[in-house]
Nanobody, 125 residues
Framework: QVQLVESGGGLVQAGGSLRLSCAASGRTFVSDTMGWFRQAPGKEREFVAAARWSRRNVYYADYADSMKGRFTISRDNAKNTVYLQMTSLKPEDTAVYYC???????????????WGQGIQVTVSS
């Protein structure tokens, strides 16, 4: 059974940083697309970042415009874990953040096969 478990969320002040982790179990995702999405109260789930890796660790990363330069997606194959480093956080980044895996595309939530349960990130002003 495939599981994605997010961790690292919490409360942070505006301008601060957090690193989210997504630990996968049940299979490896060495060459699969992994992504992060978020959903704020009363809003639809939105794309945050995604990346696709090759077996030679060459990868392509894509970010939502408002996250470019602030968020970085990365992975540790040995730990089967994907990370989202978030810096210069703003109150509007407050949301539940979800890890997702295996997709033909990058930005569409409907394309992803596996999802984590989500983790709260709250940025205070």
């Amino acid at each position: 059974q495939v599981q994605l478990v997010e961790s690292g969320g919490g409360l942070v002040q505006a301008g601060g940083s957090l690193r989210l982790s997504c630990a996968a179990s049940g299979r490896t995702f060495v060459s699969d697309t992994m992504g992060w999405f978020r959903q704020a109260p009363g809003k639809e789930r939105e794309f945050v970042a995604a990346a696709r890796w090759s077996r030679r660790n060459v990868y392509y990363a894509d970010y939502a415009d408002s996250m470019k330069g602030r968020f970085t997606i990365s992975r540790d194959n040995a730990k089967n874990t994907v990370y989202l480093q978030m810096t210069s956080l703003k109150p509007e980044d407050t949301a539940v953040y979800y890890c997702a895996a295996v997709s033909d595309g990058l930005r569409s939530a409907n394309d992803y096969k596996y999802w984590g349960q989500g983790i709260q990130v709250t940025v205070s002003s």
